[in-house]
């Protein structure tokens, strides 16, 4: 790969510019540019002479073995890290060794190309066939295997180069392979920055595992950058600071301080499994309200985003938003959170989320036109936000839960409100998760009583245990004069909550808890010991109760969440729950 040489950019203005792109891989780095100046190949068609089909057909050979050899030697460099990062170089390899388009550029060439003319020729053909999908995965694909091309050409050339990257520099590339990033990796890059978007491109997802903040899709980064110049890379905002001020740097330094401490502190528990001693794998997920909420969630290792209370979007705006505002709210999220998955709750409006402005006054909000009985009251508010997620679902790693079912024919409504949503989303060739998941919060005793019935109709529960506390109960969540009576952990609560756990494992839909008693530390044993499989908190809480779920055993806190379960009043429970 060539590089740009100092001389060449020395001209260039010194001041600050920002350039904002798309976080790829969260945290801040400070380094000086390196940038990998991209290599223009034109290959001509070149028409070869018969007896020089065999040479050509060497030259291909030699060109593929190299290539495999580097990334093989990549492979050897990362056996000691997750099997998700040797998977995606073996990609790379098993897209190279295929049978099916070697043999056709040696067709190709045996009619009388050259090497580099035939693989062109082959590589288009595969590219031009993923380009035109409409899973944008698939499309990305296709990305992939242009960078592959490039890099089979150069080699066949004898165009590599290799380069001695200097350690804490920060990359500034057109687009790179998933080899590079691992090149980098040895290097000690600070971060990465490429022209190339792809959220989901693999070499986007192997910065995020080496922890290499990186922010991709940044519009002539190789031309606005000059070489050698201080750059800071904020990988959770996707902004980046070219030639900083001294004041900026003095805001990075500091926040860079912050984030290296907590990382210290968290650090060990970041990296290690949230498992019990004995082996039981829990899914550790976040609340959040914005997509600032994001990196913290990331930062502190979580298995993705478990709930997103986007009524927090119109509260903030104190108007509904359009759908492209709304798209651009969830693709934030989804893309920051990216590769893990993330559950949007559509509107929860009403109750306490009363909003000014509504159009309904309600003498008893907390039983009115809440949550789902709103949107399905207001189709057109239901549609829009529908529609938005979708389009936002691109990366498949979108999931979409309705809020304040208590009936099935809720569900079935909101499914053809989708459905709607879908086919017109396909009339216009607008591409988006066609399986997006659709999950349910349970969170009204009468979803809790016919859990068994709704498992069967969705792909996820989600206790919501604020609200089913306060209506199984009967005790309003937000009066003072009752506070005492709002009781998470009375029996009544957690005898449903069992039964919810136990209907989505007879249907195998995954099931997690949203609400407050997710975090509660004295409910940690008795939720993992009813087999919950997902907890999702605050993000300040994660590491706390990552903590907590190590120190258990699953076999005893089975047998204590059964004594639990039959408990009939709260101070004998809260006893055994303090015996913990
Ligand atoms: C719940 O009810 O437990 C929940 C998570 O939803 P919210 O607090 O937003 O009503
Ligand atoms: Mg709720």
Not at 193 to 219: D, N
Not at 451 to 477: C, H, M, P, W
Request: glycine share 6%; aromatic share 6%.
């Amino acid at each position: 790969m060539p590089f740009l040489g100092d001389k060449h950019n020395e001209s260039k203005s010194r001041e600050e510019i920002i350039l904002k792109g798309i976080p790829s891989s969260p945290g801040m780095a400070l380094g000086k540019a390196y940038v990998i100046k991209p290599e223009v190949i034109i290959i001509p068609v070149i028409q070869i002479p018969a007896d020089k089909i065999s040479h050509e057909i060497a030259r291909l050979e030699d060109g593929l073995h190299n290539m495999m050899n580097e990334i093989q030697t990549a492979l050897d460099k990362v056996k000691n890290d997750s099997q998700n990062i040797s998977a995606i170089l073996e990609t790379n390899l098993l897209i190279l060794k295929d049978e099916f388009i070697i043999s056709s550029i040696k067709e190709r060439i045996k009619t009388g190309y050259s090497a580099e003319s035939a693989v062109v020729q082959e590589y288009e053909n595969q590219i031009n066939f993923f380009k035109n999908s409409k899973d944008l995965v698939l499309k990305e694909r296709s990305f992939e295997l242009e960078h592959l091309k490039d890099k089979l050409l150069a080699t066949i050339r004898k165009k590599i180069t290799n380069h001695n990257i200097p350690e804490n520099s920060v990359i500034v590339a057109q687009a790179i392979t998933p080899t590079d990033v691992v090149n980098f990796k040895e290097s000690k890059v600070a971060g990465i920055i490429t022209e190339a978007g792809g959220i989901a491109s693999h070499s986007a997802l192997l910065a995020r595992s080496f922890g290499i903040p990186s922010v991709i899709g940044v519009r002539d980064a190789h031309s606005l950058i000059n070489i050698d110049c201080d750059i800071i890379i904020d990988g959770y905002a996707g902004l980046i600071h070219i030639c900083p001020s001294n004041e900026c740097i003095k805001e990075y330094e500091a926040r860079k301080s912050k984030e290296d401490e907590h990382k210290r502190e968290l650090g060990e528990l970041i990296n290690l499994n949230t498992e019990t001693q004995d082996g039981i794998k829990i899914k550790l997920t976040a609340n959040i309200n914005s997509p600032d909420e994001v990196k913290e969630a990331v930062l502190f290792g979580c298995d993705g985003i478990g709930l997103v209370r986007t009524e927090n979007l119109v509260m903030n705006l104190k108007r509904f938003p359009d759908e492209e505002e709304q798209y651009n709210w969830y693709k934030e999220i989804t893309d920051r959170a990216y590769p893990n998955p993330v559950v949007l709750r559509a509107f929860d409006i009403g109750s306490d989320k009363y909003l000014e402005g509504l159009p309904h006054v309600e003498l008893n909000p907390a039983l009115g036109l809440r949550g789902i009985r709103f949107l399905l009251h207001r189709e057109d508010i239901f549609s829009n936000q529908l529609r938005a997620f979708l389009r936002a679902s691109v990366n498949k790693n979108l999931k979409i839960m309705l809020p304040m079912i208590s009936s099935l024919n809720e569900i079935e409504h909101s499914k053809i409100l989708l459905e709607k949503c879908k086919s017109e989303l396909k009339e216009k060739d607008i591409p988006f998760d066609y399986k997006i998941p659709v999950g349910i919060m349970i969170e009204t005793p009468s979803a809790a009583l016919l859990a068994g019935k709704f498992a069967g109709e969705v792909d996820f529960f989600s206790i919501g245990t604020n609200d089913l506390t306060q209506y199984t109960l009967a005790v309003d969540r937000d009066n003072e004069f009752v506070t005492e009576l709002y009781d998470t952990f009375h029996p009544s609560v957690l005898k449903l909550i069992k039964n919810i756990v136990d209907s989505a494992k007879s249907k195998k839909i995954p099931v997690s808890i949203c609400g407050e008693l997710a975090g509660h530390a004295a409910a940690t044993n008795f939720l993992v010991g009813i087999g919950i499989d997902e907890l999702s908190v605050p993000p300040v809480i994660l590491l706390e109760l990552k903590k907590r779920i190590r120190s258990l055993n699953f076999k005893k806190a089975k047998k204590t969440a059964k004594d639990i379960i039959n408990c009939d009043s709260s101070s004998d429970l809260m006893k055994l729950l303090e015996l913990i």
